[in-house]
């Protein structure tokens, strides 16, 4: 039979759970945008480095297209730890750190031109 004088463990409050979900979900944010950045490291370097030695074409406009992909890879990694840190700042004071526009419209772009430019390759080749 329980002991009725013992005291209920302490249990952390509604707004601490919150809190810290939040802080676990700024980390596997940042996870996701470093897993993706060594995605892009990973495409940049069998477009620029494997492709061309397996097709026997010319290396230039691959290599030119791996620089691409991995300065997307490098942008992830920068922005993601950006991103990380605001989530955090934004869990403490209980704000909103919505991603910026202006970071949406240029991953877009770029991921856009970076995918043309590969599909204008790729037609070019065949």
Known sequence: MPDPTATAPDLP????LI??????????????WWRSALVATAGALAVGRVTPQALHVAAW????????????AVA???IGAGRHRRLKRAAR????????DRTVTAFTA?????????I??????S
């Open 13 to 16: 409050s509604p707004t601490e």
């Open 19 to 32: 809190f810290k979900q939040t802080l676990m979900a700024a980390e596997r944010t940042w996870l996701t």
């Open 61 to 72: 406009p691959y290599v030119t297209l791996g620089a691409g992909y991995g300065l997307l």
């Open 76 to 78: 992830m990694t920068l």
């Open 93 to 100: 004071s209980a704000s909103d750190a919505a991603l910026e």
């Open 110 to 118: 770029g991921g856009t031109l970076l995918a043309l430019a590969t």
């Open 120 to 125: 204008a390759l790729v037609l070019a080749q």
